[in-house]
């Protein structure tokens, strides 16, 4: 059983800048496929960032690109996702996911991809 707790979340103001951070319970961790996703109210779940399992390549959203920035610590179990430059679009909740190593060759941007998932983190950016 995989559980992921996400934490970080919060009120942040446009232009500024927020950290969130993904607990995994799992001694599989350094072998999984992590990634951040998010859902805004009214809109479907969508794709932020992905992270293969030693953190050497990512892969990011083109609404984020050159804003946030995904890395993990595998000692740790964690998975982080540094958000700068925010902007009030950014208002939606944050999910931690994840998946098996070969997701990040196959697809990573897929929500189908990610068999475990995190509760949730609200992020609220205001202008």
């Known amino acids: 059983q995989v559980h992921l707790a996400e934490s970080g979340g919060g009120l942040g103001q446009a232009g500024g800048s927020l950290r969130l951070s993904c607990a995994a319970s799992?001694?599989?961790?350094?072998?999984?496929?992590m990634a951040w996703f998010r859902q805004a109210p009214g809109k479907e779940r969508e794709f932020v960032a992905a992270i293969s399992w030693n953190g050497a390549r990512t892969g990011y959203a083109d609404s984020v690109k050159g804003r946030f920035t995904i890395s993990r610590d595998n000692a740790k179990n964690l998975v982080y996702l540094q958000m700068n430059s925010l902007k009030t679009e950014d208002t939606a909740v944050y999910y931690c996911a994840a998946g098996s190593g070969g997701a990040f060759n196959s697809g990573f941007s897929s929500a189908r991809k990610y068999e475990y998932w995190g509760q949730g983190t609200q992020v609220t950016v205001s202008s």
């Open positions: 799992t001694p599989t961790f350094d072998l999984n496929t």
